[in-house]
């Protein structure tokens, strides 16, 4: 079973959060405990799975590998709306193809690399560290 329901409407507001967002917050859990939420890019690659891509040595990529139970959250509406978090597993993966070989991920973040000044493969190089998230579980209103 699909972990977004599309057949009701709180499933296609997901849905199209999904395909339109451009940032999402990853939580990660810091070794004292600490939630540690990082605004990130990120690529839906199927149901249930998600990419990111990320600088090396960053506190998010040592918890992941210390504690891979992850959050991820997009923004709410000013008032509290709209909310959508999954929980996940998160892992270094260092057989995903680097940012500047991976066709959709650029498809979707081509202008917002030349926004931030840089070239393809000098944003796939300085953010070289993928990340899969696998979503285990969908909650909102």
Partial sequence: MALVDTSTEFGQ?????LESEVVVWLTT???DGTPE???VWFL???D?????????????VRNIEARPVVALTFNSTPSGGDV??????????????????????????NASIKGLGMTVQQFSDEYSVPIRVRLTRLRGF
């Fill in 37 to 39: 939420p990082s605004p």
């Fill in 44 to 46: 839906r690659e199927s």
């Fill in 48 to 60: 249930d799975e998600v990419i990111i891509y990320s600088q090396p040595n960053k506190p998010k």
């Fill in 84 to 109: 959508v978090i999954f929980h996940g597993e998160a892992r270094v993966d260092p057989d995903a193809p680097a940012a500047a070989d991976h066709a959709d991920y650029l498809a979707k973040y």
């Fill in 29 to 31: 859990q810091g070794k």
């Fill in 13 to 17: 507001r997901v849905q199209r959060r």
